[in-house]
Nanobody, 118 residues
Framework: QVQRVESGGGLVQAGGSLRLSCAAS????????MAWYRQAPGKQRELVAV???????RYADFVKGRFTISRDNAKNTVYLQMNSLKPEDTAVYYC????????????WGQGTQVTVSS
């Protein structure tokens, strides 16, 4: 099974920055895309950003220009640099990955809490 450990969350004031990390381990064949999602209280989980194995990225409109996704393929790790944070970015952030053999994983890690105060 593949494990993911998210870290880097915390409490920050509006306008501040955080950098999230997600390290994958376990039985990994090869990873295609990696992604960050978030879930705010009372809301559904939503896609934030995706990065391909070749480095192509795409973002949800609500983070474009503020967040940057990157990855280190040698470490099976994906990052999310979050700048100009807003109170509405408050959520638990999760990562996911598309294994070449398993596809997108259908289970989630513990996530990392991001709280942005106004």
């Amino acid at each position: 099974q593949v494990q993911r450990v998210e870290s880097g969350g915390g409490l920050v004031q509006a306008g501040g920055s955080l950098r999230l990390s997600c390290a994958a381990s376990g039985t990994i064949f090869s990873i295609n895309d990696m992604a960050w999602y978030r879930q705010a209280p009372g809301k559904q989980r939503e896609l934030v950003a995706v990065i391909s194995s070749g480095g192509r990225t795409r973002y949800a409109d609500f983070v474009k220009g503020r967040f940057t996704i990157s990855r280190d393929n040698a470490k099976n790790t994906v990052y999310l640099q979050m700048n100009s944070l807003k109170p509405e970015d408050t959520a638990v952030y999760y990562c996911n990955l598309e294994d070449h053999t398993l596809g997108w994983l259908d289970y989630w890690g513990q996530g990392t809490q991001v709280t942005v105060s106004s």
